[in-house]
Protein backbone atom coordinates (compact mmCIF):
# COMPACT_ATOMS: atom_id res chain seq x y z
CA UNK A 1 0.00 0.00 0.00
CA UNK A 2 2.91 2.14 0.34
CA UNK A 3 4.14 2.04 -2.73
CA UNK A 4 0.85 2.69 -4.13
CA UNK A 5 0.33 5.97 -2.19
CA UNK A 6 4.10 6.85 -3.55
CA UNK A 7 3.00 6.47 -6.99
CA UNK A 8 -0.43 8.61 -6.54
CA UNK A 9 1.66 11.14 -4.86
CA UNK A 10 4.05 11.46 -7.69
CA UNK A 11 1.20 11.68 -10.03
CA UNK A 12 -0.01 14.50 -8.30
CA UNK A 13 3.55 15.83 -8.58
CA UNK A 14 3.73 15.49 -12.05
CA UNK A 15 0.18 16.59 -12.79
CA UNK A 16 -0.18 20.10 -11.88
CA UNK A 17 -3.92 21.93 -12.42
CA UNK A 18 -3.19 24.22 -15.63
CA UNK A 19 -0.35 22.82 -16.59
CA UNK A 20 0.45 20.49 -19.65
CA UNK A 21 2.48 17.44 -18.51
CA UNK A 22 4.59 15.70 -21.52
CA UNK A 23 3.62 11.94 -21.73
CA UNK A 24 5.36 9.04 -23.18
CA UNK A 25 5.09 7.75 -26.13
CA UNK A 26 1.74 5.77 -26.45
CA UNK A 27 3.26 2.29 -26.12
CA UNK A 28 5.96 3.16 -23.80
CA UNK A 29 5.08 3.28 -19.51
CA UNK A 30 6.73 5.82 -17.35
CA UNK A 31 10.08 4.45 -15.79
CA UNK A 32 8.53 5.80 -12.33
CA UNK A 33 5.44 3.50 -13.20
CA UNK A 34 7.42 0.30 -14.26
CA UNK A 35 8.77 -0.58 -10.64
CA UNK A 36 7.24 -4.45 -9.93
CA UNK A 37 5.53 -4.49 -13.48
CA UNK A 38 2.52 -1.54 -12.69
CA UNK A 39 1.07 -0.32 -15.42
CA UNK A 40 -1.70 2.84 -14.66
CA UNK A 41 -5.50 1.87 -15.85
CA UNK A 42 -5.71 3.07 -19.07
CA UNK A 43 -7.92 3.04 -22.02
CA UNK A 44 -7.76 3.23 -25.79
CA UNK A 45 -10.12 5.37 -28.02
CA UNK A 46 -10.56 3.75 -30.97
CA UNK A 47 -10.62 5.56 -33.86
CA UNK A 48 -8.58 8.82 -32.69
CA UNK A 49 -10.25 11.84 -32.36
CA UNK A 50 -8.16 14.38 -34.87
CA UNK A 51 -8.92 17.90 -33.80
CA UNK A 52 -12.32 17.58 -31.40
CA UNK A 53 -14.72 20.60 -31.45
CA UNK A 54 -16.00 20.71 -27.56
CA UNK A 55 -19.54 19.68 -27.63
CA UNK A 56 -19.70 17.78 -31.08
CA UNK A 57 -20.08 14.22 -30.37
CA UNK A 58 -17.71 11.65 -32.02
CA UNK A 59 -18.74 7.83 -31.70
CA UNK A 60 -15.56 5.93 -30.86
CA UNK A 61 -14.69 2.83 -29.26
CA UNK A 62 -13.24 2.87 -25.87
CA UNK A 63 -11.14 -0.37 -24.36
CA UNK A 64 -9.03 -1.41 -21.95
CA UNK A 65 -5.46 -1.00 -22.85
CA UNK A 66 -3.49 -1.58 -19.20
CA UNK A 67 -4.87 -2.80 -16.09
CA UNK A 68 -3.47 -3.11 -12.44
CA UNK A 69 -5.45 -4.35 -9.55
CA UNK A 70 -4.19 -2.63 -7.21
CA UNK A 71 -4.23 1.38 -6.20
CA UNK A 72 -7.19 2.76 -8.81
CA UNK A 73 -9.86 4.93 -7.89
CA UNK A 74 -13.38 3.84 -7.34
CA UNK A 75 -14.30 5.74 -10.58
CA UNK A 76 -11.91 4.34 -12.80
CA UNK A 77 -12.92 1.02 -11.62
CA UNK A 78 -16.39 1.67 -12.27
CA UNK A 79 -15.44 2.82 -15.77
CA UNK A 80 -13.37 -0.38 -16.19
CA UNK A 81 -15.94 -2.63 -15.19
CA UNK A 82 -18.37 -1.23 -17.29
CA UNK A 83 -16.32 -1.35 -20.48
CA UNK A 84 -14.56 -4.75 -19.83
CA UNK A 85 -17.44 -6.88 -19.18
CA UNK A 86 -15.96 -10.05 -20.11
CA UNK A 87 -12.08 -9.61 -20.98
CA UNK A 88 -9.30 -7.40 -22.19
CA UNK A 89 -11.07 -7.11 -25.79
CA UNK A 90 -14.18 -6.36 -24.95
CA UNK A 91 -15.13 -2.69 -25.89
CA UNK A 92 -17.73 0.06 -25.52
CA UNK A 93 -19.44 2.02 -28.11
CA UNK A 94 -20.40 5.69 -27.26
CA UNK A 95 -20.48 8.95 -28.04
CA UNK A 96 -17.07 10.85 -26.99
CA UNK A 97 -17.69 14.30 -26.51
CA UNK A 98 -14.98 17.10 -25.48
CA UNK A 99 -17.43 19.95 -23.50
CA UNK A 100 -16.23 23.21 -24.08
CA UNK A 101 -14.41 24.94 -20.84
CA UNK A 102 -14.23 28.30 -22.61
CA UNK A 103 -17.87 29.37 -20.85
CA UNK A 104 -19.85 28.05 -24.01
CA UNK A 105 -23.12 26.38 -23.48
CA UNK A 106 -23.15 22.94 -24.74
CA UNK A 107 -24.97 20.41 -24.01
CA UNK A 108 -23.40 16.96 -24.80
CA UNK A 109 -26.41 14.62 -23.75
CA UNK A 110 -28.27 16.40 -26.68
CA UNK A 111 -25.45 15.39 -28.70
CA UNK A 112 -24.54 12.25 -30.96
CA UNK A 113 -26.41 9.30 -31.43
CA UNK A 114 -25.07 6.44 -29.08
CA UNK A 115 -26.76 5.66 -25.54
CA UNK A 116 -23.46 5.78 -23.80
CA UNK A 117 -21.88 9.20 -23.66
CA UNK A 118 -18.05 10.15 -22.32
CA UNK A 119 -18.10 13.44 -21.93
CA UNK A 120 -14.43 14.63 -21.47
CA UNK A 121 -14.10 18.39 -19.41
CA UNK A 122 -10.55 20.07 -19.33
CA UNK A 123 -9.58 21.05 -15.86
CA UNK A 124 -9.91 25.03 -15.66
CA UNK A 125 -6.44 26.24 -16.84
CA UNK A 126 -5.54 23.14 -18.62
CA UNK A 127 -4.70 22.77 -22.00
CA UNK A 128 -2.36 21.94 -24.75
CA UNK A 129 0.37 23.19 -25.76
CA UNK A 130 0.54 23.78 -29.54
CA UNK A 131 4.15 24.96 -29.55
CA UNK A 132 5.79 21.07 -28.67
CA UNK A 133 5.41 18.03 -30.51
CA UNK A 134 4.93 14.79 -29.02
CA UNK A 135 2.20 13.39 -26.45
CA UNK A 136 1.02 15.51 -23.71
CA UNK A 137 -1.68 14.88 -20.98
CA UNK A 138 -4.73 16.96 -20.97
CA UNK A 139 -5.98 16.40 -17.39
CA UNK A 140 -9.81 16.59 -16.45
CA UNK A 141 -13.17 14.96 -15.60
CA UNK A 142 -14.74 12.33 -17.55
CA UNK A 143 -18.82 11.85 -17.04
CA UNK A 144 -19.77 8.12 -18.39
CA UNK A 145 -23.44 7.66 -18.56
CA UNK A 146 -25.21 4.65 -20.06
CA UNK A 147 -28.91 5.73 -18.88
CA UNK A 148 -30.13 1.82 -20.30
CA UNK A 149 -27.39 0.21 -17.81
CA UNK A 150 -27.70 2.12 -15.17
CA UNK A 151 -23.85 2.93 -15.02
CA UNK A 152 -22.16 6.17 -14.25
CA UNK A 153 -19.02 6.82 -13.19
CA UNK A 154 -17.26 10.59 -13.09
CA UNK A 155 -13.07 9.71 -12.76
CA UNK A 156 -10.57 12.14 -12.74
CA UNK A 157 -8.59 11.53 -15.73
CA UNK A 158 -5.44 12.09 -18.19
CA UNK A 159 -6.72 12.16 -21.95
CA UNK A 160 -3.13 11.51 -24.04
CA UNK A 161 -3.30 13.56 -26.99
CA UNK A 162 -0.81 13.18 -29.86
CA UNK A 163 0.80 17.17 -30.71
CA UNK A 164 2.25 17.92 -34.29
CA UNK A 165 2.21 21.93 -34.23
CA UNK A 166 3.76 21.67 -37.83
CA UNK A 167 -0.13 20.45 -38.82
CA UNK A 168 -2.09 22.14 -36.16
CA UNK A 169 -3.01 18.74 -35.26
CA UNK A 170 -4.23 17.49 -31.56
CA UNK A 171 -4.86 13.61 -31.72
CA UNK A 172 -7.10 12.37 -28.56
CA UNK A 173 -5.25 8.64 -28.58
CA UNK A 174 -5.85 7.43 -24.97
CA UNK A 175 -7.65 8.08 -21.40
CA UNK A 176 -5.37 7.63 -18.54
CA UNK A 177 -6.67 7.27 -14.67
CA UNK A 178 -3.73 8.91 -12.82
Known amino acids: MKYTISL ?9 IGKVVAAPAPDDTPAYLNAGGFKPLSF ?3 EDIKNPVCGVAKTRGIH ?3 YQTEGESEQ ?8 DK ?3 DDWELGDF ?13 LSGTKR ?4 FTPDAGAKVDMTKSGVQKLPGKLVVDNPKQGTW ?6 IGIKVDPKKNEQIYQFIYCP
Open 86 to 88: KGL
Open 153 to 158: ASPHVD
Open 116 to 119: TKFV
Open 64 to 66: VKN
Open 44 to 46: DID
Open 97 to 109: IVACADGQYTDPW
Open 76 to 83: CLLLKSHI
Open 8 to 16: ALMGSLLVG
